[in-house]
Structure formats: structure tokens, C-alpha cells
């Protein structure tokens, strides 16, 4: 479990540092990745890209919301890849616990920006 944890970290720090450079991991060892490893850092590339977009909004509180949409977003996708390759039954009963708590705290946050003037503050 340790080792799958620093494996993690490093995927995060190798996808953010790329990203903060402007510059996509394809190309290089994202291709000859495991398929998680590949599953792993796409969604990894979206989440930051969704992030960032809706960060822009001039309103705090939407740019809030969104944010963490595509925050928990990423968190989904990256439990549903645990539990579509992982192997150990306690990771993949946290990767379930992460989609049951967070689709429900997407949705408030959804819910919320289509009450502000149709979600465009």
C-alpha cells in the first residue's frame, strides 16, 4: 500500500508539474503507462484543466462551486479506475465510499449554481 501511495504522489507531481509548464505528459511515458497509471493521469489532465476554467469566474462563490465540481469530478473518476483495475478490498471500499459522498455534494453544488441567473455569475 505504501508503495501504491508514493506511486500516486509521484503521478500527481509529474501531471501538476506539466501542467503548471503548460505542457501535456503525452508523449512520454504516459503512453507505455499501465492502463491505470494512463487512466490515472488523463483524468488527472482534466480535473486540472476543468479546475482552472471554472476558477475564472469573478464570482467567488461560483468560482467556488466550480472548481469543486471538477475537483470531486476528478476524485470520481480516479476511485472508479480503483475499483475498476485495484486489487485490495479496503482500497476499493474507500474508492466506493469517495463516489457515494461526493456525487451527492456535486449535485448541491450543481443545483446551486443553475439557481444564480442560470449558473453564468
Do not use: C
Request: aromatic share 4%; proline share 4%.
Amino acid at each position: 500500500m505504501k508503495n501504491v501511495m508514493i506511486a500516486t504522489i509521484l503521478a500527481l507531481v509529474g501531471s501538476t508539474s506539466a501542467f503548471a509548464a503548460g505542457q501535456s505528459v503525452h508523449g512520454t511515458a504516459h503512453e507505455t503507462a499501465p492502463p491505470a497509471a494512463q487512466e490515472y493521469m488523463s483524468g488527472m489532465e482534466k480535473m486540472h484543466e476543468d479546475m482552472m476554467t471554472g476558477l475564472m469566474s469573478s464570482n467567488p462563490d461560483v468560482a467556488f462551486a466550480k472548481g469543486m465540481i471538477a475537483h470531486h469530478q476528478g476524485a470520481i473518476e480516479m476511485a472508479r479506475t480503483e475499483l475498476k483495475y485495484g486489487q485490495d478490498p479496503q482500497m476499493k471500499k474507500l474508492a466506493q465510499a469517495i463516489i457515494d459522498a461526493q456525487q451527492p455534494e456535486i449535485d448541491q453544488m450543481q443545483q446551486w449554481l443553475g439557481s444564480q441567473s442560470g449558473g453564468k455569475k
